[in-house]
């Protein structure tokens, strides 16, 4: 059973080596709501079908989590939000200010 955690952990350090796919959970963070990949690439400047993508590669690795959908003008609009809850993946994005994680240990703080 061990083994599947650590398949799971694997394919969230992958998905996190790409720099995109890490500005796309700061800014879901940030946000603190469900944010659609549209909303996202228009924040980051970067083409829709980019960030389509890269939304995908996270919402397999259950980076991100799929909350609601909307119809707009003949499709559909997804809307996610972010579900990393290890606490090394939080810690590599800079997100540790949830409330319980308190300590910085790399003193990335100035």
Known sequence: MAG??????????????HPLRREILREMAIS??????????????QPLSNVSYHVRVL???????????????????HFYCIELEAP??????????????GENPTGSGT
């Open 88 to 101: 090394w993946a939080r810690q590599v994005l800079g997100l540790d200010n949830g409330g319980e994680a």
């Open 32 to 45: 603190g709501e469900a944010i659609s990949p549209r909303e996202v690439a228009t924040i980051l400047d």
């Open 4 to 17: 599947i955690e650590r398949s799971g952990d694997n394919d969230l350090l992958v998905a996190l080596r």
């Open 59 to 77: 919402a397999e690795c259950a980076a991100i989590a799929l909350v609601r959908t909307k119809a707009v003008r003949g499709s559909m609009q």
